[in-house]
């Protein structure tokens, strides 16, 4: 079992930068480092979709064309956590953030599948005005 627990979300201006964090509680005995990580978003009125992800070690990552070039992710294996770095921000990129834990994966490979995830955050609300 995990528990996800996602932070920094907020109204920015276009252009703007957001961090986003995911604090994770792992309490089946398996390490937070063997769990792939990702972020989806979920844009009103639409289905989720895949944001970023990246693998066990960190070694590999994997973006959306929609944010290629203007996102980073990144974790810290010692303290639990994934980050979601947000740059120029586009009001089209307002949405409800979701983190997500998958038992799938490797030290370099990402999921990008929502259905291969197992663990999910509550969601935090990122809104960019124009």
């Known amino acids: 079992q995990v528990q996800l627990v996602e932070s920094g979300g907020g109204l920015v201006q276009a252009g703007g930068s957001l961090r986003l964090s995911c604090a994770a509680s792992?309490?089946?005995?398996?390490?937070?480092?063997?769990?792939?990580m990702g972020w989806f978003r979920q844009l009103p009125g639409k289905e989720r979709e895949f944001v970023a992800g990246?693998?066990?070690?960190?070694?590999?990552?994997y973006y959306a064309d929609s944010v290629k070039g203007r996102s980073a992710i990144s974790r810290d294996n010692a303290k639990n956590t994934v980050y979601l770095q947000m740059n120029s921000l586009k009001p089209e990129d307002t949405a409800v953030y979701y983190c997500?834990?998958?038992?799938?994966?490797?030290?370099?490979?990402?999921?990008?599948?929502?259905?291969?995830?197992?663990?999910w955050g509550q969601g935090t609300q990122v809104t960019v005005s124009s």
């Open positions: 997500a834990a998958s038992t799938y994966g490797g030290i370099a490979l990402v999921i990008t599948t929502s259905e291969q995830y197992d663990y």
């Open positions: 990246i693998s066990w070690s960190g070694l590999r990552t």
């Open positions: 792992t309490a089946s005995g398996r390490a937070f480092s063997r769990y792939t």
